[in-house]
């Protein structure tokens, strides 16, 4: 009883794993299939290239898929975008985690409602004011975006802030040091690993973005790689399958790595985040 | 000194924004036109309604942040006279005034990126900006009340859609959570059962799906479920069975985007209840031992009301995700199959990916900007009642 109990959870779960694993590995093999169209015969290509990842990186008069730009320019603004994002976040939740000013309550609860608010209900209004702004098409709209709301996801650092004993600031204090000495050499090296954390997420969360890509970004050149794949299945039709599936893969290494680097700092994340917002 | 910043302030408001303030009143009462001039008429850049309405809003704020700073000030300056009435030690300008430097830049980032957008969200909708007849600079823009909401709920080429969208948008809400939701429990004890090897292997596996970037394996299945190349029905086919058209029939695009909902969902919720699992005290299940209860018992007594107790917030919070999961849907279907019945939306369309259309594509920034308003609502009213009952918030001075 015990054992085909048993029996039957391992079928259950290699079967779970095969459904969770098939689809990525469906598309790794597909990259390295000769021809470019989306239907196999064979699971496994009978014949293997490389030629699709040379092809991302290739000029070809016929199509317009500069790979290398977009990625160029996905690399820049969510490394831009973590910067300014992180610094503005752990601003926000140290000054809210430490000091007792006056409004701090109401303040507080202000940036738990606005927090709420889905960045993206604002679409409309920012398509508008971008386009009247002549943002529309930048990168930089695209990085203000990403950054300009960093403070409202500031709960899981201020968390982290809190935990950090009083004593030590206190005895800096004493010792003569400033507000910005105890942040920057107190403060700072022992969040690291909420800093890590913060940087991580903000700049997967640049890296992978769709919505707000595809209204900012008109010109094929500044498109980042969420819209220039996304164009590449919608304009050619499934066509180019294999080109396609290539560009994912290079798209997915690095955010699967940072992934997998960051998946001890996920479970408290997502449970502060379910329990503060 | 401060008399005259005080009076360059107030003339400042009172003199360079009024119009601005004015502006946002009325509009603008001229749209681009021609005027006679002898006997050629001239074409005239009239008034920019958008523009004046940006302009006033900017200038609503400044003197809103004027006044806060200058009632402040007033009532700063009164304490401390008090204070020095009373004979008592007056305190420095530092202590007080660090935390607003910290958070200068962050206010400045929430204010006209996230509080402007939504007051500016909230103006079009009462106004009757929509493509064809009301884009500036051609024409003019007009307050039109509650014109807009009108006719969304009554006017039937715009009702019939909303409401149309909104069943689904609820129905696909439900659906996406309890999937997810008992699908990541179901496997979260699968993999925590007495007696599996390999743990951390099986949780490594079942989270990949999680650690591939959305849009990727979102177009990734939409090829998958192509209905003439894809590999899905090409199985099908393999065992002489017809394909289906996963996602060009409205009955089976549907089915489709729940599923594959599963497949990005369950190990988010697996993660999280794996997490509450390895919590809950080991004495429990030995008191329970001790009782003889069987393994059913535990389960029901023990494992299933914890992880019911600790995830409530969390399944509320997934379901209002769920209404706004813009990505599943846009990515995989784009709202599609078509339909002759709605007005720009398809029958996977939810309520963002509708607004989305209707901003970008159709620009009819009144009804989508309406539309964000109700989302809006609707998402607020389930947020505070998280909020109210979560102790983090109240309790957070605790730990020090």
């Known amino acids: 009883m015990k054992r085909s109990k048993l029996a039957l959870s391992y079928v259950l779960l290699i079967l779970i794993g095969c459904a969770a694993l098939y689809p990525a590995l469906w598309t790794l093999l597909s990259s390295f299939r000769v021809g470019n169209s989306l239907f196999s015969d064979t699971f496994i290509p009978r014949h293997w290239t490389l030629d699709h990842y040379r092809d991302l990186f290739r000029d070809r008069a016929d199509r317009s898929i500069p790979y290398a730009t977009w990625y160029w320019n996905t690399l820049k603004v969510a490394t831009i975008s973590m910067v300014l994002g992180t610094l503005i976040q752990l601003l926000t939740a140290y000054a809210f985690s430490r000091f007792r000013f006056k409004g701090r309550k109401t303040m507080l609860t202000v940036v738990l409602i606005l927090g709420m608010f889905p960045g993206f209900l604002a679409i409309t209004a920012l398509f508008v004011i971008?386009?009247?702004?002549?943002?529309l098409d930048t990168q930089w709209a695209l990085i203000i975006?990403?950054?300009?709301?960093?403070?409202?996801?500031?709960?899981?650092?201020?968390?982290?802030?809190?935990?950090?004993?009083?004593?030590?600031?206190?005895?800096?204090?004493?010792?003569?040091?400033?507000?910005?000495?105890?942040?920057?050499?107190?403060?700072?090296?022992?969040?690291?690993?909420?800093?890590?954390?913060i940087s991580l997420t903000t700049f997967a969360g640049a890296w992978v973005d769709f919505i707000f890509a595809r209204m900012i970004l008109r010109t094929p050149e500044k498109w980042t790689l969420a819209v220039g794949l996304w164009n590449i299945i919608d304009a050619y039709n499934s066509t180019e399958f294999t080109l396609f599936a290539a560009g994912c893969v290079l798209v997915a290494i690095p955010i699967t790595i940072l992934f997998m680097y960051t998946q001890r700092f996920l479970v408290d994340g997502l449970t502060a985040g379910a329990s503060k917002g | 000194?401060?008399?005259?910043?005080?009076?360059?302030?107030?003339?400042?408001?009172?003199?360079?924004?009024?119009?601005?303030?004015?502006?946002?009143?009325?509009?603008?009462?001229?749209?681009?036109?021609?005027?006679?001039?002898?006997?050629i008429s001239v074409m005239v850049e009239g008034d920019h309604s958008i523009f004046m309405m940006i302009h006033g809003v900017?200038?609503?704020?400044?003197?809103?942040?004027?006044?806060?700073?200058?009632?402040?000030?007033?009532?700063?300056?009164?304490?401390?006279?008090?204070?020095?009435?009373?004979?008592?030690?007056?305190?420095?300008?530092?202590?007080?005034?660090?935390?607003?430097?910290?958070?200068?830049?962050?206010?400045?980032?929430?204010?006209?990126?996230?509080?402007?957008?939504?007051i500016f969200t909230s103006l079009i909708a009462f106004t009757n900006y929509a493509s064809p007849n009301h884009i500036p600079p051609k024409n003019l823009v007009d307050?039109?009340?509650?014109?807009?909401?009108?006719?969304?709920?009554?006017?039937?080429?715009?009702?019939?859609?909303?409401?149309?969208?909104?069943?689904?948008?609820?129905i696909w809400a439900i659906l996406a959570t309890v999937t997810c939701y008992f699908g990541g429990i179901l496997v979260a004890l699968l993999v925590n059962q007495k007696g599996i090897k390999f743990k951390g292997f099986w949780r490594m596996l079942f989270i990949i799906p999680y650690a591939i970037p959305q849009f990727v394996s979102l177009l990734i299945m939409k090829n998958m479920l192509n209905e003439k190349f894809g590999p899905i029905n090409a199985y099908f086919r393999a065992f002489g069975l017809e394909g289906?058209?996963?996602?060009?029939?409205?009955?089976?695009?549907?089915?489709?985007?729940?599923?594959?909902?599963?497949?990005?969902?369950?190990?988010?919720?697996m993660v999280l209840v794996m997490g509450i699992l390895t919590n809950i005290s080991k004495d429990l299940y030995e008191a329970a031992d001790v009782d003889g209860a069987s393994a059913w018992m535990k389960f029901r007594n023990i494992t299933m009301p914890y992880i019911l107790f600790a995830t409530a917030p969390l399944l509320?919070?997934?379901?209002?995700?769920?209404?706004?999961?813009?990505?599943?849907?846009?990515?995989?279907?784009?709202?599609?199959?078509a339909t002759m019945d709605y007005n720009n939306a398809g029958r996977t369309d939810l309520l963002v990916t509708w607004l989305y259309k209707l901003t970008l594509d159709f620009n009819q920034y009144n009804i989508a900007a309406a539309v964000s308003i109700l989302i809006f609502l609707f998402i607020a009213t389930m947020a505070i009642l998280v909020y109210t009952r979560t102790k983090s918030f109240k309790e957070e001075d605790m730990i020090q």
């Open chain 1, 130 to 135: 971008f386009n009247m702004l002549n943002l």
């Open chain 1, 145 to 197: 975006v990403y950054s300009a709301g960093a403070a409202l996801g500031m709960f899981v650092a201020k968390g982290f802030f809190d935990t950090i004993p009083r004593s030590l600031e206190e005895a800096a204090v004493i010792d003569g040091a400033s507000h910005m000495k105890i942040f920057t050499s107190i403060i700072l090296p022992l969040s690291r690993p909420i800093v890590t954390y």
């Open chain 2, 1 to 39: 000194m401060l008399l005259l910043t005080h009076a360059a302030g107030i003339y400042i408001v009172a003199a360079q924004l009024f119009p601005y303030l004015e502006g946002l009143m009325t509009l603008g009462d001229k749209g681009r036109h021609f005027e006679k001039k002898g006997k």
């Open chain 2, 58 to 118: 900017l200038a609503a704020l400044v003197v809103l942040v004027f006044l806060l700073i200058y009632i402040l000030n007033i009532r700063d300056a009164y304490r401390v006279g008090l204070r020095i009435q009373q004979g008592k030690e007056i305190h420095g300008l530092k202590n007080d005034v660090f935390p607003w430097l910290l958070l200068a830049l962050p206010f400045l980032g929430v204010l006209f990126f996230t509080v402007m957008p939504i």
């Open chain 2, 143 to 170: 307050w039109v009340g509650f014109a807009t909401f009108h006719k969304l709920f009554n006017l039937n080429v715009w009702s019939n859609t909303f409401f149309g969208v909104l069943t689904w948008t609820i």
């Open chain 2, 244 to 269: 289906l058209p996963w996602l060009n029939d409205p009955f089976w695009a549907k089915f489709s985007v729940v599923v594959v909902n599963m497949w990005i969902g369950i190990p988010v919720s």
């Open chain 2, 316 to 337: 509320i919070t997934q379901f209002t995700g769920n209404i706004n999961n813009f990505n599943v849907i846009f990515l995989l279907t784009g709202g599609n199959p």
